[in-house]
T-cell receptor, first 116, second 106 residues
Framework: DTGVSQDPRHKITKRGQNVTFRCDPI?????LYWYRQTLGQGPEFLTY????????KSRLLSDRFSAERPKGSFSTLEIQRTEQGDSAMYLC??????????????FGSGTRLTVV | QKEVEQNSGPLSVPEGAIASLNCTYS??????FFWYRQYSGKSPELIMS????GDKEDGRFTAQLNKASQYVSLLIRDSQPSDSATYLC??????FGQGTRLTINP
């Protein structure tokens, strides 16, 4: 499979629990992005990595959120002490760059988080 | 002002007609723009990329970029019911519009 893979597809958790999501990007894409999307809205940027370096974080990414990409391959997004407002689809995307121009993102299928 | 803005719709178009979707952006330095299609409950799927002023055609889809006026548009010719989805515009700087919900009526 050469697409972007996300795991799990669905996660239901109780408020206050910690959750961790995984993303495996397309292997030749060195940039990896995390987005959050709620119903009726476009994806909201959370953070992105170039290789293993986390280059930018959104103000939306509170101190309960942390992301890693330890070896420049897969990435994890952890949410600590989940709140009901964290319920959303969490999307991972990767992209390549060639000739000085960025290609479009390729998205994974997403992880749908429900906090009860 | 948001970096990328779209009319959220809904936009309703009869089958076989042309659907026109528009997006404006604020960052004059943006070089690349992308249109994504998103079906309900699914992740966004890239359908068009455009980097230069003018039109870019791919099958029934035409993307138009006007850097002077800072807008990007997507035309869908011969609209089909399967084109019913939310269409998202994105610039190169990680920001998406809110999406336009398009419905094609048979």
């Amino acid at each position: 499979d050469t697409g972007v893979s996300q795991d799990p597809r669905h996660k239901i958790t109780k408020r206050g629990q910690n959750v961790t999501f995984r993303c495996d990007p397309i292997s030749e894409h060195n940039r990896l992005y995390w987005y959050r999307q709620t119903l009726g809205q476009g994806p909201e940027f959370l953070t992105y990595f170039q290789n293993e370096a986390q280059l930018e974080k959104s103000r939306l990414l509170s101190d309960r959120f942390s992301a890693e990409r330890p070896k420049g391959s897969f990435s994890t997004l952890e949410i600590q002490r989940t709140e009901q407002g964290d319920s959303a689809m969490y999307l991972c995307a990767s992209r390549s760059r060639a000739g000085g121009l960025f290609g479009g993102y390729t998205f994974g299928s997403g992880t749908r988080l429900t906090v009860v | 002002q948001k970096e990328v803005e779209q009319n959220s719709g809904p936009l309703s178009v009869p089958e076989g007609a042309i659907a026109s979707l528009n997006c404006t952006y604020s960052d004059r330095g943006s070089q690349s723009f992308f249109w994504y299609r998103q079906y309900s409950g699914k992740s966004p799927e890239l359908i068009m990329s455009i980097y230069s002023n003018g039109d870019k055609e791919d099958g029934r889809f035409t993307a138009q970029l006007n850097k002077a006026s800072q807008y990007v548009s997507l035309l869908i010719r011969d609209s089909q019911p399967s084109d019913s989805a939310t269409y998202l515009c994105a610039g190169e700087k990680l920001v998406f519009g809110q999406g336009t919900r398009l419905t094609i009526n048979p």
